[in-house]
């Protein structure tokens, strides 16, 4: 059991933004934060300006006030490192610091994060003002966790600017050493590309064509590391200032523009904010649950922090559906299920001006009672939900174990979305369409790098992993070799770590423990659609993509029914060591998919503990002493489930259950089951 | 009655570009336009580098042949100052007329309006200009009307460069004085955007989010002030050279870039240039009625002029209608009928090259003659209308006065197309919705500020008037209580003049007159559509928006039938002193609108003149002898009109009317009527 | 007869790129090449860095060791001039060699073709490069041709730079003397455009709305002829250095951004880079046929060479189909069929890394050998096509004389591409349907320029060529009085060499010879569709355009059976002299005109020597001795065609044919036919 703070609840509270308001607001904010069962709040992420109003004069007053006022009232401080978005001077006085796009355009200050995460007098007037907040606020009582930045990356991936590509060179020049190693990796022999020296390098600045894919990766990577730096950066100047205090940094769900497994790695636990679109219904529900686990996995032995959500609406889609009564509850429950400590929102007071003036809040314009006197749906809801959390803080500390993982390698997902591809794969939707197989059939999972420690698991699934190493080949073989099951999608193993094609039968470092080649991929045009046939002869629709595959020892166990590879195989199984290699060439219909796993499953040894309906979400935590049975109807009619013999009480009404059971539309159970009673304990 | 011109006939004419041509073709071009019933045309419009080959060098000769063999042959001259193109000269010698965009790229000379309405450099030269060409011509007996520059804006809506950066902070600084008012007026502490002096504030140039919305609401409203000034700085020349002469600038019609009724306050009459897409059918004619009403609204007392149309086809659409035979007959009498004194067209003589070389004119490359000797449609169709305006000069100086206004207010229009709102609302779709069903009842109206005179109405409309006064909220409530109708729709008084939201329920304002608040916004998706049922249990569709609506004294009129809203109220009424207030909180399908109109009619005590169907258009317009009944069939078909016991003399045909009558596709009816006979004058 | 090179064999080979692999690969790939049957493979197209890695510092080791290798292997070589890609110490020593776009960015060296063609600091370093190489291997035997830079223009097709800008300058005093002259052609009296001097005028950069129209063809004929004088640069060159041995340049099938008709003339043979998408099925064949006419009409009196196919799949598109099996064998014959005599592919072996990591090549990733010892398809099917090529080698020399054409003008082209015209009109979409129309019934045409030599023609066919000069159009007035049958599209004629529209009726300068004129354009929105009616009651559909058309001595064929120009011709025919000509006046749907053609074929006195259905392609090459009918089944079923009374025997099978006749899925005849037996000789 590992909990992230000391603090015996779930976090529970809002990004808070008391600059924006009158000091008169905010003695009523923190009564109605105590309403609101609020026990902590972030605080200053977009406050540089006010901290640091002029070139090394800064101004605390307005945040000592603040945060003794959140220490009287009992409410943690998230505190900010506040580097988020520099102010009017900073950017006047060095335009150096502002990014410059791919075309050489300029971006301007005015709305945020208009900095070049490189620039070095960025860099310096960060460090100079965490160096001033973590000094006066580093031992704060109040002050229970940091967050660096906000949301990295979300409008600036990369700057083309000169003093980038002076920093690019030196980044290759460390990595390559000699420019002969440069040539060769990059293969610039091809389109006359070769360099004779570092000096002649640039970033991949707006081309007549296609550039270099390899200078493409490596500036991926480049960027990459660059905030990494920027995240270490600011780690060692707070740990050293306010020791003991974990520190996190709010992850995007949706981007994958840096590595966040490097970038995750010295934080003291990761958090993200999670925006699903309600217009999206059920399919909001398990692609949130596939975010979850992607951040989750990356420190899978605590547990991590909801950072951001909204109660209600949020203004940036074009169109921004209001979450249904009930499904932000549901939504809460379910990053709880998956591994959250902690459900904070953006933000704690509707703003009455600037971008993001009609985002929901906890407090609305219209406040938190209305004229009439009642709650505001807003304010109601999140009360509710606080009060409820008190019941569940049995569960702080307790982490998933699945026995079942995904691979998901971030340089394999920028090497594949480059251009000139046989057809485009978006790596995070193949894995999605897995993700959601299992979610459908209730089986919790990870989502792992293939160097990282594959032993603990039953199962491994790789979808299109484009680039794979010796190393992690050798490792998958032997995960194999000693009894695991491997499922292996199309257009794997394509690429070394150079992203250079392996010669003689993709995919060759697999060929072995798969017991097949590829001789051709085959995409399909938007309006093509071939037909599969199994072993069972059930037929399934493929879309997109098919290879020709050739057996080298395998079996086919579904083949192709019609299309240009009519009677080859489409599905392969090769028996390897004490475990077995599945190899899909094309990309099935999901329903095959989800029958193909359950049949996997029963032939891994695992087990499903609650035979539930599709949209009844179950997961399962657990602590030394106790699993907990997360139960969640995301389905807008009633849902079946079976929990068989099991039997356990849940923590939120405090019944117990056993057998079948009913859930109501966004319906939560919390079943908690000492580990003594549970015949199916791990 | 207000008469524009000095001058006993409706302007009849079109733009005229000699300069195109060589003088044998000039000759030619007056007996044509004797011929073609003309009597005035615009001269000049891009004449600049032809007056002005050089700096300062002045070439008269051509116009003054020109105008002199005009004057001879009877056709009077609207004239152009000529400032609307800069010439190659000056944008070599002064680069910094040349406009940059917002992502920092000049726009190059080469086509039309390539200059920064705020650049000194071309105020300069265009004074000089201005003033030679006023002081020559001013008072010359052929001109009788000055054409300032041409469709201001139409390409060219800001300029992002240095000297407008300085500009704008000097507009900045006369408008709030102090930078910490503009700080809390912007809300700068929103995502660290706080200045510390009025130096350190830029264009809201490319930027890598959404720049602040303060800075871009005053950023269109500086350039809107710059065009002002623009106008007055033309005016205030031509005013002391050519004194008693009426000034005009050609509006667009669908563009709001700049405020219009600002703009066009000291002119002397509003003109504007209408290109209805004969591809649209029945919706082009209404459109353009809309577009009428927003135009004669601008200077309500005296008529205006159609300045440009075309007879014939365009050439900048991706694909260009031929208007069908009758069609551009009906849409000039449509013009006159909703007020214009003047029906102009671009241009004489169709251009052998050049952009526009494709655009339609009275003379087309064929001629006014074809081989056969018979006259092409293009010119026959302008002759023969020409022919019949010298039958209805007794509507000159003629007006309308509506009893039904909708308020519109372009800060507002703007403030509310900034990003980041629930989803996005047009306010001219919200404007076009509402006058296309008073269109579709036979209904005239105003469009009218709120800070307008509203007193002279009997109905007033508010659609999406996002942003709302204290001041105008107060004119709203003393008109509903002193007998008034309002009809207010969703999504107003939203934020104050500063764009800041009000807060403690919108619409914050009319909380007391509508008696209502409204807690929730609900958006829905383009694949969404939820049901109303009315108090007559007629169901209707809502699509894109809805609300949630609580009672404070209004009663129920229709309510939703389904969706997250169900059983709320979704059309509301409330009694208020002597008149009463509506609230449609949803985008309700068009058919229950006209049916709400005709019931609001009813009870407003306003009366239809004429019952006839849909596209028929009818109009009137009275001065303090006569009313003028306009009766336009826009149909393809016949269509039915019923003039009841109302008897009056076409004034086209001769022929006398009453009762049941019958029109003919295109056909259109001018009733002049007595007021004296009239039993239903106002 | 006229063979291109000294070599008696059809040339088959592909790209070769050795630098990108090590040493111990070349040998492998001599003894594959041998073992494929290639015979010639072009070198060095993208090796100038490796050829020049330093500023005047040539290293040609490399490849005196492939070419001697190739020699000793009996492998020709098609040397390239390595102009197409300059290396990165020329950009970095010489910045100003990168071209601008037209909104003033840099386009940055890192993928291909980043090079101004106007640059003189490009073409000097070019012409170093051109001559040190010629001097080198101009008279080794092995180098049989000469392959100039690589697809000229495919991704710059101008540069906006302000070098350029002084270029253009100087081409337009050139061409105009005086600058009132430039005034009059580009009509810059329109919107105030007037220059005073040549110094004032731009290239046409990015502006606030259409540029002068002009300036903008002007700058297409200039840059036109900047590519010209590329090849005349390296033409002169290579023709002192390497005499008597031929020289091409692959062209683009689907471009047309210089005149390639100039560009070809002095070459000494035309080549071309066919890849039509296998996604299109049956259009792929057709339309790859008319490219194929395209190029084959530049230099009619000779075969060309077809530069580069792929085998496989390339990678570039968005989704790259794989060809079935026989596609490319048919396509390759189909080349032939049409002029051929090289069948060359791009590339030899499959790069392991760079853009085009995944395109298609003879030797793929997998190898030429497959882990099971089986060939791959890859290899295998060019392996024995080029077995194949070995049996017809007769057709060496052979041309098509082809008694119909169609008129290309690429001036006409880009006038009718500039923006402003009633609709947008494509000029190949247009040239495509009758060209197709052709295919369909199996006749053989020429795509030729109207001021080329037409006497030799039957019937010419016109289609959308709206460019028209006095000496063209009496050149067609001639051919059809002296017997010949015209058929004109819409919209031809309608503007002289200057791009200044004709007064007086379109089309101007036919209308003697068509007898008509035309009165109006029709534009068709993209959801109408008018009828026609023809003289044997046939109804067919209208879309995209019709016309107004008055008859003054032509007789309607054809009429509009509704719309807005019911009863009005839409088919004309003219006698005039011994011939005829016929006006379209619509966009008629194909069926009618296929049906139409052979109606004109039958009256004009050619005969198809082969009855086929339709997908069955169909051409006759000969010499003094033979002819031969290709017939080529490019659907995927069997086909039947009926030779009548002609026999031949198939130079692939050998076995002799007459009569009916079936063809399986992609079979191809060869009938060889001496000429004295053929009773069907022209």
Known sequence: MKKLFDF????????YNPEQWPQEVWQEDIKLMQAAQVNCVSLGIFSWAKIEPNDGIFS?????????????GGIKVNLASATASPPAWLCKKHPDILPIDIAGQTLWPGSRQHYNPASESYRSHARRLIGAIAKRY????????????NEYACHI????????????????ELRYEEISHLNRVWNTAFWSQNYESFDEILPPRKAPHNPNPGQLLDWKRFWSDKYVELVEMELAIIRELSPGIPVSTNLVGEQFFFDRRALSKNLDYVSWDSYPDPALGLQAASRNAMHHDFIRSLKADRPFV????????????????QKPEGVMRAQSFQAIARGADGIMYFQWRQSKAGDEMFHGALVPHLGAVMPNGEETRAFREVRELGQELKNIKSIIGSIQKPQVAILYNAESHWALSLPSKPASIDTIQCIETWHKAFWNDHIDLDIVHPDDDLSGYKLIVAPAL???SQTQANKIESFVEHGGKLICGYFSGIVDQNNHAYLGGHPRLLQKVLGIWVEEWHPLQKNECVTMIDQDCIKTEIHNWHELVHLAGAQAIASYDDGALAGNPSVTRNYFGKGSAYYLAADIDAPWIETFIISCIKKSGLRKRV??????????????????????NHNQSIAKADLASLSGTDLLSGKTFTGPIELNPQEVLILEIARSKSVHCP
């Open 306 to 321: 909801l950072m951001e959500q909204v109660n209600t609406q949020v203004n940036w889609r074009a169109i921004n559906s």
């Open 466 to 468: 484009f680039m794979l």
């Open 8 to 15: 015996d609840e779930i976090l529970f509270g809002a990004d």
């Open 157 to 172: 991936q990369a700057s083309f600017d000169d003093e980038s590509a002076r920093h690019f060179r030196y980044w290759l």
């Open 138 to 149: 580093g031992k704060h009582p109040a002050v229970i966790s940091w967050h660096i930045n």
């Open 611 to 632: 035979i539930s309906q599709a949209g009844l979400e179950t997961s399962i935590r657990e602590n030394d002493t106790h699993i907990f049975i997360f139960i969640i």
């Open 60 to 72: 605390f007053d307005w945040l000592d006030t603040i945060i003794e006022m959140l220490h009287q």
